[in-house]
């Protein structure tokens, strides 16, 4: 994420890889957040969060995304309760 904070956008595999990693490292992260100041920035100045969402409140944002109601700045606020980048 130092190298691409957008990499979810522009390599989803490598992405889906490393949340495949953080989930098998600790199974009850269920949202992470990478925020690096700029691109190709130091790795040591990217600051990740990670947090375990309650299952109603995953259902929640399951619900809303299935109507199309949840997109990018909604789940950033309902998740992290910040506006998005």
Do not use: Y
């Amino acid at each position: 994420f130092a190298e691409d904070p957008l990499m979810h956008q522009h390599d989803p595999q490598r992405a889906r890889r490393l949340a495949w990693l953080i989930h098998d490292r600790s199974p009850e992260v269920n949202a992470a957040l990478f925020a690096a100041p700029a691109p190709g920035c130091d790795p040591a100045l990217v600051e990740p969060q990670f947090c375990a969402l309650p299952a109603p409140v995953m259902r929640q944002l399951k619900t809303r995304a299935s109507q199309g109601k949840l997109d990018a700045v909604a789940a950033d606020k309902a998740v992290w309760m910040r506006l998005a980048a």
